[in-house]
């Protein structure tokens, strides 16, 4: 495995870790919204898909985006 391939994978790492971290505070908040408000099951379920489908696309382009960035970084610097 070459020094890419790692940094690449660390960089993918770090960002999909502060995301989780990010994920989890918003779950937090989303379960105070929902105790507090009268959404019903059915528009809550819509809510978490769409929400599900954003957090998808957002760790998929980040992860290649801070891995290609590490890398990039590496490259020029080394």
Do not use: P, R
């Given at each position: 495995?070459?020094?890419?391939?790692?940094?690449?994978?660390?960089?993918?790492?770090?960002?999909?870790?502060?995301?989780?971290?990010?994920?989890?505070a918003a779950l937090q908040?989303?379960?105070?919204?929902?105790?507090?408000?009268?959404?019903?099951?059915?528009?809550?379920?819509?809510?978490?898909?769409?929400?599900?489908?954003?957090?998808?696309?957002?760790?998929?382009?980040?992860?290649?985006?801070?891995?290609?960035?590490?890398?990039?970084?590496?490259?020029?610097?080394?």
């Amino acid at each position: 495995m070459s020094a890419s391939s790692v940094l690449f994978i660390c960089g993918a790492s770090t960002f999909l870790v502060v995301f989780s971290w990010f994920k989890a505070a918003a779950l937090q908040v989303f379960k105070l919204e929902l105790s507090t408000s009268s959404i019903t099951t059915q528009d809550s379920w819509k809510k978490l898909f769409k929400v599900f489908f954003v957090d998808l696309l957002i760790c998929i382009f980040g992860a290649l985006s801070i891995g290609i960035l590490f890398v990039v970084a590496f490259n020029s610097f080394h």
